[in-house]
Nanobody, 123 residues
């Protein structure tokens, strides 16, 4: 049974930091590109960052470049999102997802999804 379980969300003041984790099970984690997406109330789900299967190449949405860092630990079947200098507009439910293809932030390519973790940034 495939599972992606996010953790690490919470309430933080603007300028603060959070580290999200996503623990994967039920599939061969190292063969999948992993990504973080987010969805704010009333908005569509959008990509945040992705990390490739093997060599750790990464890609980011422009709005988080320089503030967020995605990483993975294939030995622990876990993907992380370090979020620094958080802004109120970062408030959303954050989801991790798995894609059997190459590095991409196209939502349609992601086949496995977690249940999400809430991040709230107060001003």
């Amino acid at each position: 049974q495939v599972q992606l379980v996010e953790s690490g969300g919470g309430l933080v003041q603007a300028g603060g930091s959070l580290r999200l984790s996503c623990a994967a099970s039920g599939f061969i984690f190292s063969r999948y590109t992993m990504a973080w997406f987010r969805q704010a109330p009333g908005k569509e789900r959008e990509s945040v960052a992705a990390v490739s299967r093997v060599n750790g190449d990464t890609v980011y949405e422009d709005s988080v470049k320089g503030r967020f860092t995605i990483s993975r630990d294939n030995a622990k079947n876990t993907v992380y999102l370090q979020m620094n200098t958080l802004k109120p507009e970062d408030t959303a439910v954050y989801y991790c997802a798995a894609n059997f293809g190459g590095l991409s932030m196209s939502r349609n390519l992601y086949v496995y999804w977690g249940q999400g973790t809430q991040v709230t940034v107060s001003s």
